[in-house]
């Protein structure tokens, strides 16, 4: 059976994005770039939400090319772009090389990858994570927290129909004041 991480950058007051869907808050430096990077090697399988998708897309496929790119960050586009991919989206949505769309019921689907043999997967998108955790099918949440409070947007989590208990697993302190933590679901 696979893993299900779940991890996105978050404001101090609860937010993946601002309102707008303005993202500019969360720029990471190396340290993250490179901590992210350790983390993203271990995943076998990245799931994504429509939106987080189509702002992933405009830049990590080509990531490795920007000429103010990063070893890092060139790492890091090149892992992302070979890692196998999944969007989950009602809408129609243009993916290729090795990203598939699945249309129908996501939490169904995302039952059935786990119950795979297989390297971790990762799911991104607070619409999608949410339907995981309701689920209860979330293994790990990893939390980047940036010093920074925005008044509004789209939450990290979405209502929860009941309580989920985690375990802190590892915490660390990066430049600029980002926060990251990661929590293992206590079953």
Not at 120 to 128: F, H, I, N
Request: charged share 25%; hydrophobic share 40%; aromatic share 8%.
């Amino acid at each position: 059976m696979r893993n299900l991480v779940h991890g996105m950058n978050l404001t101090l007051d609860g937010y993946v994005a601002a309102p707008g869907d303005d993202l500019g808050w969360s720029e990471p430096g190396d340290e993250l770039f490179q901590w992210r990077l350790d983390q993203e090697r271990a995943i076998g399988l990245l799931l994504y939400g429509r939106k987080l998708w189509e702002t992933m897309s405009c830049y990590w496929p080509t990531g490795d090319q920007q000429p103010d790119a990063t070893p890092a960050e060139i790492e890091f586009a090149r892992n992302r772009r070979d890692t196998p991919k999944v969007v989950f989206s009602s809408a129609t949505v243009e993916v290729d090389g090795n990203t598939r769309l699945a249309t129908g019921d996501a939490v169904a689907e995302i039952t059935r990858l786990k119950a795979e043999d297989g390297e971790p997967m990762r799911a991104g998108g607070a619409t999608l994570a949410g339907a995981a955790v309701r689920a209860g099918l979330i293994d790990e949440c990893t939390i980047v927290t940036h010093p920074v409070l925005v008044g509004g947007g789209t939450p990290f989590f979405a209502a929860l129909d009941s309580w989920v208990n985690l375990n802190l697993v590892e915490t660390r302190t990066l430049p600029g004041g980002v926060v990251l933590t990661r929590y293992g679901t206590r079953r």
